[in-house]
């Protein structure tokens, strides 16, 4: 199924599209295509992954995936966004199926020039909305990570530095060091 610009989809006919690696999210029934990520976006984001990765699989906290999954956070109107990462914990594993469907425990976001604007306003009011725990904001130009933690209403955000280990409250015992995800 070829996407027309701007053309309001049902979460029905998105599903039903095509199966693609391009970058696309349901943006409230309106289909978002950012362009490919880049090569360096592409290589913070690996290295990210496999250390969350070894991490939660060698404790068996649950799953993590790599962008393009789509994680429906809500069907009625319409709404699937493409993290780079999400982690899943083992007792939420149910509602992954065939695509997310809900909330991830973590969202990771590496921001590119693109797409940084939408990623830390727009996206991360969403997960904030429909009940992401925590949220990181990778910044490669910065050489950051910015951990957000939503709980109920509340937002709590703490930035770290290239000489920093993250902290986080979804995965407490993750000791990453944030100069490892840069070349």
Known sequence: ME???RRRLTLREYLSGEETNRPMELDFGVVREPPA?????????GRAFVRIHEHVSGNQLGCV???PVDVVLDRE???VVQPDLVFIAADRLHICTDRVWGPPDLAVEVLSMGTARHDSAV??????????????LIDPVAREVHVVSFSESTRSSHAYTEHETVESSVL???RLRVADLFL
């Open 77 to 79: 109107r319409a709404l």
């Open 172 to 174: 407490p015992q993750l």
């Open 37 to 45: 990520p880049s090569f360096s976006h592409q290589i913070v984001l």
């Open 3 to 5: 996407y027309e610009a």
């Open 65 to 67: 995936v790599q962008s």
């Open 123 to 136: 996206k991360l009011s969403w997960f904030q909305r429909y009940g992401v725990r925590e949220c990181w």
